[in-house]
């Protein structure tokens, strides 16, 4: 089979919008009928990261590719990087407004989820220039 | 134990029911929605009186079939479309968090 390749472009600072790109990898995963362990975690870490560029990032760019044995997803930014990448993965840890927690957000866990869901990801960010995050779930 | 037998069983008050044969097994309260996505079990009722429009995409995402909105909050039509549209039942429960979690614990 060959991999499947889908693309989204994430709407910044708008909350009620987040969460469509990782609703629609849902339902091609779940239509595609994989396991649905393996749909819930992509699911999520998708979701985080999503939510992630929404709060910090003004949006940016969604690549996932499906393939038989894995779903890999790159989340590009042009948000202004992560300072400290060991502090933004301590659970507990945010830098998220208030505006923002009020929505139930920013709660220090968009990292760590991420992490806790998927089987590998790496972080290349650099300060003033974005952040791009890419996420491998294993099927 | 059904949405609906949930429902009836605890006095909830049905908002919206997505699917009355969806199982609930179990539940998780909590309102901050990262704690949600990253700890609640797929098929609990999440019980919370946040009623924003997130709140049921992370139902979503974490395959939880039903919201429970405590002390009577109501959610606004945004968070209702996308409870119809997304398959989420809602139930509102007249009690605080804790007592609303208490009738849940007696029934599941």
């Known amino acids: 089979m060959e991999p499947i390749k889908l693309s989204f472009n994430v709407d910044g600072e708008n909350f009620v919008s987040a969460g469509e790109a990782s609703t629609a990898v849902k339902t091609t995963l779940k239509k595609m009928g994989f396991p649905g362990d393996t749909v819930r975690r992509v699911a999520i870490a998708m979701y985080e990261a999503e939510i992630n560029m929404v709060i910090h990032a003004h949006g940016g760019t969604v690549d996932v590719e499906i393939c038989p044995d894995k779903i890999v997803i790159v989340l590009a930014d042009k948000g202004p990087g992560i300072p400290n990448i060991d502090l933004a993965m301590q659970e507990g840890y945010s830098t998220a407004p208030d505006d923002v927690r009020s929505l139930g957000f920013g709660a220090g866990m968009g990292l760590p989820n991420i992490k806790k869901y998927s089987d590998d990801l790496e972080i290349e960010t650099e300060l003033g220039v974005g952040t791009t995050l890419t996420i491998t779930i294993n099927c | ?108």
């Open chain 2, 1 to 108: 134990m059904t949405v609906t037998e949930l429902a009836a069983a605890c006095g909830f008050t049905p908002i919206h029911i997505a699917d009355e044969t969806a199982p609930i097994k179990g539940a998780y309260a909590c309102d901050l929605l990262s704690w949600v996505i990253g700890r609640a079990e797929e098929g609990a009722a999440l019980v919370t009186v946040m009623t924003n429009v997130n709140v049921i995409a992370v139902s979503v995402m974490a395959e939880l079939p039903c919201v429970v909105l405590c002390e009577s909050v109501t959610p606004d039509e945004v968070t209702l479309q996308k409870a119809r549209d997304q398959g989420v039942s809602i139930l509102s429960s007249s009690k605080p968090t804790y007592e609303t979690c208490l009738a849940i614990g007696k029934v599941l």
